[in-house]
């Protein structure tokens, strides 16, 4: 019903900044919150930051308050997640999922999503 397609990763210096897009197609006529999440090689995917449908809401993971943005255009179904003063530590896979149970409510809990894209890479060099 719903597809998410993540771009904008890539191959970043540390101290440098990246922009993600998530772009969603199909039942985007139904409100939702986003979310973006990240998962390094050998560990479970994490939490980054969320918004909610009209963007009055968001949420962020402690370690990357002050550098991270999650931003959203409902006009065109898409989410972005800017990225500023990278460290070596972000690299991962990124993703992005969407909530339709809970358009305003934001949670961290990857279980509470229901659909994902299917991630793009970040490698930030020391």
């Known amino acids: 019903q719903v597809q998410l397609v993540e771009s904008g990763g890539g191959l970043v210096q540390a101290g440098g900044s990246l922009r993600l897009s998530c772009a969603a197609s199909?039942?985007?006529?139904?409100?939702?919150?986003m979310g973006w999440f990240r998962q390094a090689p050998g560990k479970e995917r994490e939490f980054l930051a969320a918004?909610?449908?009209?963007?009055?809401?968001?949420y962020y993971a402690d370690y990357v308050k002050g550098r991270f943005t999650i931003s959203r255009d409902n006009a065109k179904n898409t989410v972005y997640l800017q990225m500023n003063s990278l460290k070596p530590e972000d690299t991962a896979a990124y993703y992005c999922?969407?909530?339709?149970?809970?358009?305003?409510?934001?949670?961290?809990?990857?279980?509470?999503?229901?659909?994902w894209g299917q991630g793009t890479q970040v490698t930030v060099s020391s």
């Open positions: 918004i909610s449908y009209n963007s009055g809401n968001t």
């Open positions: 999922a969407a909530d339709f149970d809970d358009a305003y409510s934001l949670t961290r809990s990857k279980w509470a999503y229901d659909y």
């Open positions: 199909g039942r985007t006529f139904s409100s939702y919150a």
